[in-house]
């Protein structure tokens, strides 16, 4: 059991990295020059940062649901059963969060303006350490 929580852990602090590495790089890009302002249409970019606040808002429901869906069917008092759920159910939220904070580094690229991408990146990062799952202690 311990070894499935260490590695979801380690899947999760991934899934965190990789937005922290895309922000890294556009800061790279920004500081170097290499994003200049790029006109947009306007509804373009805003329909990205929507579908973003979408899954952002979404994953903490999508991790219920499916926690929900593995209770109905029943854990029977299978620990390792409730730990595959949890462990599904938590990865999938993350990967909503991390799409999301793609999305923003998607943005940015288009429209030459990097908040988009700290914006987003940062709002995932953030719900990804609230939700992160911690060691409680040795079982």
Same mark, same amino acid.
């Given at each position: 059991?311990? !070894?499935?929580? !260490? !590695? @979801?852990?380690?899947?999760?602090?991934?899934?965190?990295?990789?937005?922290?590495?895309?922000?890294?790089?556009?800061?790279? @890009?920004? +500081?170097? /020059?290499?994003?200049?302002?790029?006109?947009?249409?306007?509804? /373009?970019?805003?329909?990205?940062?929507?579908?973003?606040?979408?899954? @952002?808002?979404?994953?903490?429901?999508?991790?219920?649901?499916?926690?929900?869906?593995?209770?109905?069917?029943?854990?029977?008092?299978?620990?390792?059963?409730?730990?595959?759920?949890?462990?599904?159910?938590?990865?999938?939220?993350?990967?909503? !969060?991390?799409?999301?904070? +793609? @999305?923003?580094?998607?943005?940015?690229?288009?429209?030459?303006?990097? %908040? %988009?991408? %700290? /914006?987003?990146? /940062?709002?995932? +990062?953030?719900?990804?350490?609230?939700?992160?799952?911690?060691?409680?202690?040795?079982?």
């Amino acid at each position: 059991m311990d !070894r499935s929580r !260490r !590695r @979801l852990q380690i899947v999760c602090g991934t899934t965190a990295l990789s937005v922290v590495v895309v922000n890294v790089v556009l800061t790279v @890009l920004w +500081l170097s /020059g290499s994003l200049p302002p790029k006109p947009q249409p306007q509804a /373009g970019p805003l329909a990205l940062f929507a579908v973003s606040l979408v899954l @952002l808002v979404a994953a903490p429901a999508v991790k219920r649901a499916i926690l929900k869906r593995y209770e109905a069917e029943g854990f029977d008092g299978d620990r390792d059963r409730f730990l595959i759920a949890l462990s599904t159910a938590t990865i999938v939220a993350f990967a909503l !969060r991390e799409v999301a904070g +793609l @999305l923003g580094f998607v943005l940015a690229l288009l429209t030459g303006n990097p %908040w %988009w991408s %700290w /914006g987003l990146g /940062g709002a995932a +990062l953030l719900a990804m350490f609230v939700d992160r799952p911690v060691d409680q202690g040795p079982k």
